[in-house]
C-alpha cells in the first residue's frame, strides 16, 4: 500500500518506524503481548469471559481517558499500560498466504517461510468453492501459528474482491476478476474458511476490500489517491457492489476497508451513506479501517475537506473507525476542540474495534492457553498445506490453445527439452503480488528437469521487460536443437503491481519476437506459456501454426513449477480449454 506524495511517505514511515521499535510487537518476541495478563489487570470488567462481548467491548471504551483513546486510532494502536493493554499492529496480509507487505508480519524468528498459495485471479480460474475455503482455511492455520510466536497479528487485511473492469490494471492480478458472481463467491469461500464457522468467534479477522469501484493506479494524469470513479446507480448495484455485500451478509466479514478513491465526487471512506448501508442494511458487525493514508488523501490530494480536522470529521462521521497512518493520531485532537467531531464519535469506532478483537479473544488472558493456542511452527508450510497449493496451481491452469491434441506430451518420449524466457528459471516471483517468504519454490524449468533429464534453460531476453535483442541466438539455436521447445512469455511485477498499471494488453518489449523467432526454427511446434495475471492480447500466437499449445499459469506460487510439469505430461488434466477465454479475447486496439 505504496503512498506518493511527500506527505503520504513521511506518514507511512512513521507507520513503519513505530511499528518496528515497539516493543510489545517486537519481531524477536517468543509469544505475543496479551491484555488481562495477572491478577492486577485480570480484574477489569472488559477481560470478564462471562460477559457478552457487547458489554466488555463498552466497558472497556468507559474505562479509557481522551488521549488514550485518540493514540487507537491508527493501524499501530499505542499500548495503554494503565489497563495493561499492550500495543496492537491492525496490519498484516494474506491475501495468498501471510504476506511481508504489513508490518503486522514478521518472518524473522521461529516461522521463517509461509505456504505460498497461488495469486488469486489463478485460484479463481478453479471455479472451485470448497478450493477457496480450503486454501482460506489453512492460510488462517499459519496465521494463527505465527501469532503464537509473535510474529503476525490478528487482523488480515484480505481478501481484494474488487471488480477487474479495466485489463490494464496493476492489482487486478489480486481479485477473483471481473465476474461480480464470481468474486462474491470467492469471497465467502475465502472469509469463511478464514475467520472459521465459530459463530461470534474468529480464529483470524479477515477484511473485504476496497470499498469502492477501486481499478486504478496510476494512468496517465490520474492516480488512485485523486482518481474520482464516476459510476452510475445501476453499475453499483449490479456490478462493483455485490462482492461486498456479499462477502459481509454470507461471509460474515469482520472488517471492510474503504478504498483511496472519491465514488461521485466524495471520498469512499467519506461516503457516509454508503458507510451506513453497510451497517443498516448489510448487517456488517465488525470495523472499518481507511487504506493506508486514505485519510489524508481527503485533504491532501482529493482537496474534498479544506482542513486536515474537516478530514478527520468528514470520515470519522461517515463511520470510518481506524486510519492506516497516522493522520488521526495527528489531527483528532484540534478536530474535538474545534466542535467538528465529538467524543461519541470516536467511541463509536473504538466500540467497533474492541468488539473485534474481543471475538479473536485477545482480551481472554494468555492466548497460548486458549482454543488455538497449541499452534506453532508445525502447523506451517506442512505438506498438506503444500500440496493444496499444489492442487490449487493445478486446478487454475489454463489451456488456450492446444492444436491437434499436441499436449500432453509422454515424457518418456521426450528426448530433449529447451525452456526459453526469463521467468522460466525464476523462483522469486512467480507468486505475483503480496507474497511472502514461500516454504520451498521451484522454477518451471527445475521441475522440468526433474522429468527430462536433458532438459536446457535459455532466457532470450534479460528480463521480464525485453528492452533488447543481444539473447535471442542462443535461445533460438537451443530451439533447433531441442526435440520440444517451451516458451515462457507475459508479465511479472515489472509490468503490473500495486501502483503501476499496465499501458499496452500486448507481450512486454520484444517477447513477441522472441516467441517467433524460436517458433519459426523449432523442429516441432513450440508450447507458449504466459504468466501474469493481467489479459493479453496474443493474436498472433493464436493465428500462427508453428505454436501448438498455450497455457496460462498467471502467478502460480511456490507450487506452480510441479503445477506446470503434471498438466505438461498428462498427469493432471485440467478441464481443457475453457476459463479465462478473455485471455486471448482482449485485443490492444480495444481500449484508449
Known sequence: MSTESTHLTIFFFSIIFISTFEPSISIAASSPKFPCSGPRYSSFPFCNT?????????????????????????????????????????????????????????????????????????????????????????????????????????????????????????????????????????????????????????????????????????????????????????????????????????????????????????????????????????????????DCDAVATVYEYQKYSKTPEDAVADVLKAGTDINCGTYLLRHTRSALKQGKVSEKDIDRALYNLFSVQLRLGLFDGDPRKGKFGKLGPQNVCTEEHRALALEAAKQGIVLLKNKDKFLPLNKNNVKSLAVIGPMADDRDHIGGGYTGIPCNPRSLFEELRGCVQNTTFFAGCNDVPCDSKDRFSEAVLAAKEAEVVIVVAGLDMTQEREDHDRVSLLLPGKQMDLVSSVASVSKKRIILVLTGGGPLDVTFAENNPWISSILWIGYPGEAGGKAFAEVLFGDFNPEWERKLRNLLSFQAEDFP
Open 50 to 290: 462471562s460477559l457478552p462481548i457487547t458489554s466488555r467491548a463498552r466497558s472497556l471504551v468507559h474505562l479509557l481517558r481522551l488521549h488514550e483513546k485518540i493514540s487507537l486510532l491508527s493501524d499501530n494502536a499505542s499500548a495503554v499500560p494503565r489497563l495493561g493493554i499492550p500495543a496492537y499492529e491492525w496490519w498484516s496480509e494474506s491475501l495468498h498466504g501471510i504476506a511481508t507487505n504489513g508490518p503486522g508480519v514478521s518472518f524473522n524468528g521461529s516461522i521463517p517461510s509461509a505456504t505460498s498459495f497461488p495469486q488469486v485471479i489463478l485460484m479463481a480460474a478453479a471455479f472451485n468453492r470448497s478450493l477457496w475455503s480450503s486454501v482460506g482455511s489453512a492460510i488462517a492455520i499459519e496465521a494463527r501459528a505465527m501469532y503464537n510466536h509473535g510474529q503476525a497479528g490478528l487482523t488480515f487485511w484480505a481478501p481484494n474482491i474488487n471488480i477487474f473492469r479495466d485489463p490494464r490494471w496493476g492489482r487486478g492480478q489480486e481479485t477473483p476478476g471481473e465476474d461480480p458472481m464470481l468474486a462474491s463467491a470467492f469471497a465467502i469461500e475465502y472469509v469463511t474458511g478464514f475467520q472459521g464457522r465459530n459463530g461470534e468467534e474468529l480464529m483470524v479477522s479477515a477484511c473485504c476490500k476496497h470499498f469502492t469501484a477501486y481499478d486504478l493506479e496510476k494512468w496517465q494524469k490520474f492516480s488512485r489517491y485523486s482518481f474520482d470513479a464516476v459510476v452510475t446507480e445501476q453499475d453499483l448495484v449490479d456490478t462493483y457492489q455485490p462482492p461486498f455485500q456479499s462477502c459481509i451478509q454470507e461471509g460474515k466479514a469482520s472488517c471492510l476497508m474503504c478504498s483511496y478513491n472519491r465514488v461521485n465526487g466524495v471520498p469512499a471512506c467519506a461516503r457516509q451513506d454508503m458507510l451506513e448501508k453497510v451497517r443498516s442494511e448489510w448487517g456488517f458487525e465488525g470495523y472499518i479501517t481507511s
